[in-house]
């Protein structure tokens, strides 16, 4: 074996799901394909970037003309005639209630922008935020997270930090009243993704509204799971009607390559400069591409699209909860995620190996859940019927043997 091989070897410890993960070396749609030019269907849609699929022809031939034109990239100081018409098509299309937008190169930086804001604007120092919350792991966004995992020694001073329990009224109306005069925001993902698709109670999240509006901390929603279509609306917070201060957005929003977008209220105009800045910040191939993106989401009518994902998946999950393993199937949209009673297995990482099981078949799903214990199905919006239904049979197959 030579030393390239041995290095993929290697991989495989991380990999968790195979000691010889599969090699992708190119895709369409909603496939796949490894170096043994086998077939896999994506319903982990690049961890929820991917929700166009691989090799979109139309944004790959604009993608090109970009290109051709020699800027690739220019700083974090500088504008491009791209980044003008970009914000145009974000500020009119789809965040009409938001005036500001600040560009990072993720998620996480976003997050870390965000919080950043909100210490500019209020003048306070402290972070509530929710249990089986992640916001990402570098400083700020891994210390609002409770989903800390190996990286439990690495946050910021955890007195910064408040911690609240998730749809617990009252819990959070005893800890705001306790540190409202020093509480810079409130930040909650609508919907934890990463702790297994767990949905915040609407009434719960309006009575965090109304109690926040009387006071001059900001509330903020994480939309990097839930933005651009995957609730069925464009955003989380028109689905559960809650207009927050600022929207930070990720993952979907490249298009498949690395961006993050902080939306934020005209209020907050003035307590912004400097707060965050890296090099790649607004690259140019990243904007471009989530420009093509976000329009050719509007040809293809996304949301109706979505719109029969979700009625797919409300079929299936009268089938899949009576398994005796199964605990829930749950989601809306495009995202769903099977929880797995890995105690009936008296394994700790049975839902792995059901990932697994399902790789080798030829099936990718997303690996989440407080403990790991959920099986993340995350479409492309672009997934044909046929490889749907077969999805689900794989699953059922797979299921079947083990009931």
């Not at 209020?267 to 420009?291: D, E, R, V």
């Not at 398994?323 to 495009?334: L, P």
Request: aromatic letters at 14%; charged letters at 20%.
């Amino acid at each position: 074996m030579n030393r390239t091989f041995k290095n993929i070897a290697n991989l495989g410890k991380y990999f968790r799901l195979s000691n010889t993960p599969p090699l992708f070396v190119k895709g369409k749609n909603e496939i796949l394909y490894d170096t043994n030019n086998k077939k896999f269907i994506d319903l982990a849609c690049g961890s929820g970037t991917s929700i166009l699929g691989y090799k979109n022809t139309n944004v790959i031939k604009n993608l090109k003309k970009t290109l051709d034109q020699g800027i690739t990239h220019l700083g974090p100081h500088f504008l491009s005639k791209i980044h003008l018409k970009y914000l145009k098509e974000l500020s009119n299309f789809f965040l009409k209630k938001y005036d500001i937008f600040n560009f990072a190169t993720n998620g996480t930086e976003a997050v870390e922008t965000a919080l950043k804001v909100a210490f500019h604007h209020t003048k306070k120092k402290k972070i509530l935020y929710f249990t089986g919350s992640y916001h990402g792991r570098t400083g700020y966004s891994l210390s609002s997270s409770d989903m800390k995992g190996k990286n439990k020694d690495f946050f910021t001073n955890n007195n910064q930090f408040i911690k609240c329990e998730f749809n617990n009224v009252s819990d959070f109306t005893n800890k705001f009243n306790k540190y409202k005069n020093d509480l810079a925001a409130v930040i909650i993902e609508p919907i934890q993704a990463t702790s297994g698709f767990n949905f915040v109670d609407k009434k719960f999240l309006s009575h965090i509204k109304q109690i926040i509006s009387k006071s001059n901390t900001l509330f903020i929603f994480d939309e990097v799971w839930t933005g651009f279509g995957k609730t069925g609306h464009n955003f989380a917070y028109e689905y559960f009607k809650v207009t927050p201060d600022i929207v930070i957005l990720g993952k979907s929003i490249g298009g498949g390559l690395p961006l993050g977008v902080v939306a934020m209220k005209n209020k907050i105009k003035n307590s912004f400069p400097g707060a965050q800045s890296s090099t790649f910040q607004g690259n140019i191939l990243s904007i471009q591409n989530s420009y093509l993106f976000l329009k050719e989401l509007r040809n293809i009518n996304y949301l109706k699209k979505i719109k029969k994902l979700e009625d797919f998946f409300n079929f299936h999950r009268r089938n899949l909860i009576q398994y005796k393993f199964v605990n829930d199937f749950r989601g809306i949209g495009s995202m769903w995620g099977i929880e797995i009673n890995n105690k009936y297995f008296k394994k700790k990482d049975m839902t792995n190996q059901i990932r697994a099981t399902l790789l080798h078949k030829g099936l990718l799903t997303w690996e989440c859940g407080i403990d790991s214990n959920v099986i993340g199905l995350v479409p492309p919006v672009v997934i044909s019927k046929n490889n749907l239904n077969k999805s689900m049979n794989l699953i059922y197959e797979t299921f079947n043997k083990l009931n």
